[in-house]
């Protein structure tokens, strides 16, 4: 496991309460119960709403295809960023991050057959899985590597074990001993 700073914590710690907010935002955004007259059947064809989105128009189909893309979007760099660690493999990263991006929508997919008018979408899945794909591939991989070379340069600019200490930072001796005194008899 490498060591990690202060800010490596803070970095963490940050990731998971973002993490936290983005997911109860999504969970009131998804599972509020809409008052519809009417609901469509569940959508269990691969790639028929989105199909459907793209009769209505480029606009409207942009929109709505947008609107699944960017849902749980933030997740694909706010999970890596909660996990906290910037040396690990790019794929694995990724895989794991899709996958748990993939598990949240599918589950929020899921809670919503239970919500009134609202109904399952297997296009939603496949989008939001997408989006969280994106989000990582765009944005993680670069900052990683940004955050690789700035601990190189800090590790470049501090002296070796074996170098001399500048005057400035000399030891300056042992920490003096107090005597102990009795506080009563």
């Known amino acids: 496991m490498e060591r990690q700073g202060s800010a490596g914590v803070r970095v963490r710690v940050a990731g998971g309460i973002l993490l936290v907010a983005h997911l109860l935002i999504v969970g009131w955004l998804a599972l509020r119960p809409l008052d519809v007259p009417f609901v469509a059947a569940a959508n269990l064809e691969v790639f028929a ?72 979408d297997v296009d939603s899945l496949l989008l939001n899985t997408a989006g969280v794909a994106l989000a990582h591939l765009l944005v993680v991989p670069a900052c990683r590597a940004g955050l690789r070379r700035r601990r190189e340069r800090a590790a470049a600019r501090r002296p070796a074990a074996g170098a001399p200490v500048p005057a400035e930072e000399a030891p300056q001796g042992a920490t003096p001993k107090i005597p102990r005194v009795g506080i009563a008899p």
């Open 49 to 120: 709403g989105i199909r459907a989105d793209l009769e209505l128009g480029a606009a409207e189909a942009t929109r709505r295809i947008g609107s699944g893309l960017l849902l749980l979007a933030p997740l694909g760099v706010l999970l890596p960023m909660a996990g906290g660690s910037i040396n690990v493999s790019t794929l694995g990263s990724l895989i794991r991050t899709v996958a748990a991006g993939a598990l949240i929508s599918l589950g929020i997919e899921l809670l919503q057959t239970g919500v009134a008018g609202r109904v399952m």
